[in-house]
């Protein structure tokens, strides 16, 4: 008989090895995927890792993939430790794009002062969405994970509806976008790669400002009562409320911030939904899970998970594998992690 007994408070190494254990488990179960596809599992991983981080190249490509990844998963894990399950960071991520594709096209400001008003107005897009779903989760009890889920096609849709209508581009053909941004209003890149640099130092500042915020200040203490008992925070003098407010535009915003760096150091126009974001939004809970709500280990799990969206273009291309193997990768990872979490908070004992 297997009996679990509740931890009360997991010890770091447990969770590092349950961790762990769980991340090696989903490379079996992805490895079975790849054999039952026609596809030796140890030629399959080589290829993803000669592919990505055996030169500058790869490299390159694992930070413009990492660079979205980062800046959403470390204001995820602030919203996850806040009991705030924001499962809206795609549409968050359009919200984001749009309001810097309005301010690019249509707002007469000068070149100086054009990017950072992209920037302020992409966070501000990306809260503000996140903030519905909270106001309707204090006021109306409506759970987030609905609300912010459902937000996303209303974020898509809302795309899709102005560069198909009133920012549909002059000289249109075929796809549907927008006109170009003007030069002033396009990120600079590492040279000879699309990795806009100023995103990928925002992403690493915002993740040590963060993890400062968490640890130090009497905003993350506020978070982090909040989210390991509400009741006691209330009881402590607290605004729950307050505190799911400002995580939303937190997370909202951060996530508001990798749709600015998207269209202005990419693809210097609005494009269709899947063409600006390649399931970031989503990619990005699993960057937050493995960093266990510390901002600061985002550093790690985003590259990490950079690794695999650009190692599975990689399996696609070299060796003709399904289009989706990337998602059906990150599904296995995801699912084994939200698994764990049962040895993580249980320790098994065999016997009566």
């Known amino acids: 008989m297997i009996r679990f007994t509740p931890i009360a408070d997991p010890p770091r190494g447990r969770v590092a090895w349950v961790t762990l254990g769980a991340l090696v488990f989903a490379l079996v179960v992805a490895g079975l995927i790849f054999w039952l596809a026609g596809t030796n599992p140890f030629e399959a991983y080589a290829a993803m890792l000669q592919g990505t981080v055996s030169d500058w190249s790869g490299w390159a490509e694992v930070l413009r993939r990492g660079t979205p990844l980062l800046l959403i998963g470390i204001g995820l894990t602030l919203a996850f430790r806040a009991q705030f ?25 000068p070149p100086l002062l054009m990017l950072p008003a992209m920037f302020v ?3 501000l897009a990306g809260g503000l969405w996140a903030l519905i779903a909270a106001l ?10 609905l609300t912010t889920l459902m937000l996303n096609y209303v974020a898509t849709y809302l795309l ?23 030069d002033f209003a396009q990120l600079p890149t590492l040279p000879g790669t699309q990795v806009g640099w100023p995103t990928l130092l925002l992403g690493v500042l915002l993740a040590v400002g963060l993890q400062w915020f968490l640890s130090r200040s009497t905003g993350g203490y506020e978070l982090r009562v909040t989210g390991e008992n509400p009741e006691a925070a209330r009881y402590a003098g607290i605004s729950v409320n307050s505190v799911l407010f400002k995580m939303a ?19 210097h126009k609005l494009l269709e939904p899947s063409q600006i974001s390649s399931g970031y939004g989503f990619t990005a809970v699993i960057v937050a899970w493995l960093a266990r709500g510390n901002p600061l280990l985002c550093l790690i799990t985003a590259p990490l998970m950079g690794i ?22 990150s599904g296995v990872i995801l699912m084994s992690l939200i698994a764990s979490e049962i040895f993580v908070k249980n320790r098994i004992k065999f016997g009566k």
Request: hydrophobic fraction near 50%.
């Open 136 to 145: 309707l989760k204090t006021r109306l009890k409506v759970n987030e994970i």
């Open 249 to 267: 535009m937190i997370t909202g915003g951060a996530a508001g911030l990798a749709g600015v760096g998207e269209v202005a150091g990419i693809h």
């Open 85 to 109: 399950f924001n499962i809206g960071a795609e549409g968050q991520l359009l919200l984001g794009a749009v309001a810097a594709g309005g301010i690019a096209l249509f707002t007469p400001l």
């Open 160 to 182: 899709i509806y102005l560069i198909n209508g009133p920012w549909k581009g002059k000289n249109v053909r075929g796809f549907i976008y927008s006109d170009d941004f003007p």
């Open 121 to 123: 107005g992409g966070a």
């Open 308 to 329: 695999i969206l650009a190692g599975g273009d990689v399996l696609k291309i070299n060796m003709n594998l399904p289009f989706r193997i990337t998602d059906v990768f």
